[in-house]
């Protein structure tokens, strides 16, 4: 799995779903999500170079994010990139257990900052249902534990438009914040699909 790959990958998806990220966060949010990430992700892919080991990839990209993205996409994507890239080490390869390993780590470091729980409307429900269904598939290949994830990741982020928001700036709105679907959520569901149509290739 070429994780370099998966960074560009992404970084494309949120370029052409930047607009829709963004009014999704106009709804309920600050309104910032697309343009931040977009921004973020264009200068993480610009810091990867093309020798560094899959952990290193996932680390550089992560500590770019903070330092470049505004908003809680920066903090939120770049810690849980660098607690992934943290648990693959230094190896030169990596296996498809040992990368659903690394997106266990990630989700850790996503709910320490943001302090949120499923339910809470926020990435977090796009994140658990993926990084449980690409585990429970690992055994399978990556293709398989990848296209899982995927599928699970749309079905969690479709899951937070009746939910009212307990976190975040969507909170503040109350019910208000219901029949929306979270920004965050829906950035979540292009992270997973990079990886499924990285996996395929």
Do not use: C
Request: proline content about 3%.
């Amino acid at each position: 799995m070429d994780l370099r790959q998966w960074m560009a990958r992404f970084s494309e998806l949120v370029t052409v779903g930047a607009e829709r990220l963004t009014r999704l966060d106009s709804e309920i949010g600050d309104g910032d999500h697309g343009s931040n990430l977009d921004r973020g992700m264009r200068a993480a892919v610009a810091a990867l170079d093309a020798d560094l080991p899959p952990g290193k990839v996932l680390m550089t990209a992560g500590r770019t994010l903070v330092s470049k993205t505004g908003g809680a996409s920066g903090p939120l994507y770049g810690t849980a990139l660098r607690r992934a890239g943290k648990a693959l080490g230094d190896a030169s390869e990596v296996s498809a257990e040992e990368l659903g390993g690394a997106l266990r780590a990630a989700l850790d470091g996503i709910r320490e900052l943001g302090k949120a729980e499923e339910g809470d409307k926020t990435m977090i429900d796009a994140w658990t249902p993926a990084v449980a269904a690409y585990e429970a598939a690992a055994g399978e290949g990556f293709t398989a534990a990848a296209r899982a994830a995927l599928d699970a990741a749309e079905k969690g982020a479709e899951a937070t438009v009746p939910l009212q928001a307990r976190k975040g700036r969507a909170s503040y709105l109350g019910p208000r914040s219901v029949g929306h679907l979270d920004p965050g959520a829906a950035s979540t569901v292009l992270l997973f699909r990079a990886l499924a149509e990285t996996a395929e290739s």
